[in-house]
T-cell receptor, first 116, second 111 residues
Framework: GAVVSQHPSWVICKSGTSVKIECRSL??????MFWYRQFPKQSLMLMAT?????????EQGVEKDKFLINHASLTLSTLTVTSAHPEDSSFYIC????????????FGPGTRLTVL | EDQVTQSPEALRLQEGESSSLNCSYT??????LFWYRQDPGKGPEFLFT???AGEEKEKERLKATLTKKESFLHITAPKPEDSATYLC????????????FGTGTSLTVIP
């Protein structure tokens, strides 16, 4: 149990275009989902916290108009990178939080974004 | 300020050579400490949750322990397939649902 999927697993796009990444919790309801960014050989950097049905909370330094997050249901959150630029190239990982005594986070497999 | 520090940054072991990874933390009110395994190009895979000092969890060759200041991930008789980056994260009572991640320990097990 506690499986999270992401789609697509990788994407290559031209500079200036927008890219949408989907994150789904397949076998549990995730009232909270998180979006992370990870650079090579570095740890996860939290970008934003998204609660179902409400606006996402962004970490300091993360542009909310550039990284649009929607959490429309208990099993789906989307991250849209708007007007992508080469510096947005990175590995994006989402997680769903299962409501329990420990509130574990379960991670998706990640999406590799390359902006040309 | 809440902090999570993992050591060593990298560890090379011979197959069968047991060792321990460390995760030190300073948070205001620990709600949970989590261990994950991450393979290159993949998302972190959940391993353990520890909630209170003295707690221990085991899974195959891995055993996680927790004190009031740190957690250890003990690897007994590792195999090459245990090679991965091991991440530690903590959840604190003053930061809601957020996790604070350490920078990880990159483990390589040599046949």
């Amino acid at each position: 149990g506690a499986v999270v999927s992401q789609h697509p697993s990788w994407v290559i796009c031209k500079s200036g275009t927008s890219v949408k990444i989907e994150c789904r919790s397949l076998d549990f309801q995730a009232t909270t989902m998180f979006w992370y960014r990870q650079f090579p050989k570095q740890s996860l950097m939290l970008m934003a916290t998204s609660n179902e049905g409400s606006k996402a909370t962004y970490e300091q330094g993360v542009e909310k108009d550039k990284f649009l997050i929607n959490h429309a249901s208990l099993t789906l959150s989307t991250l849209t990178v708007t007007s992508a630029h080469p510096e947005d190239s990175s590995f994006y990982i989402c997680s769903g939080q299962r409501i329990s005594s420990y509130n574990e986070q379960f991670f998706g497999p990640g999406t590799r974004l390359t902006v040309l | 300020e809440d902090q999570v520090t993992q050591s060593p940054e990298a560890l090379r072991l011979q197959e069968g050579e047991s060792s321990s990874l460390n995760c030190s933390y300073t948070v205001s009110g620990l709600r949970g400490l989590f261990w994950y395994r991450q393979d290159p190009g993949k998302g972190p895979e959940f391993l353990f949750t520890l909630y209170s000092a003295g707690e221990e969890k085991e899974k195959e060759r891995l055993k996680a322990t927790l004190t009031k200041k740190e957690s250890f991930l003990h690897i007994t008789a590792p195999k090459p397939e245990d090679s991965a980056t091991y991440l530690c994260a903590v959840q604190a009572s003053d930061t809601g649902n957020q996790f604070y991640f350490g920078t990880g320990t990159s483990l390589t097990v040599i046949p």
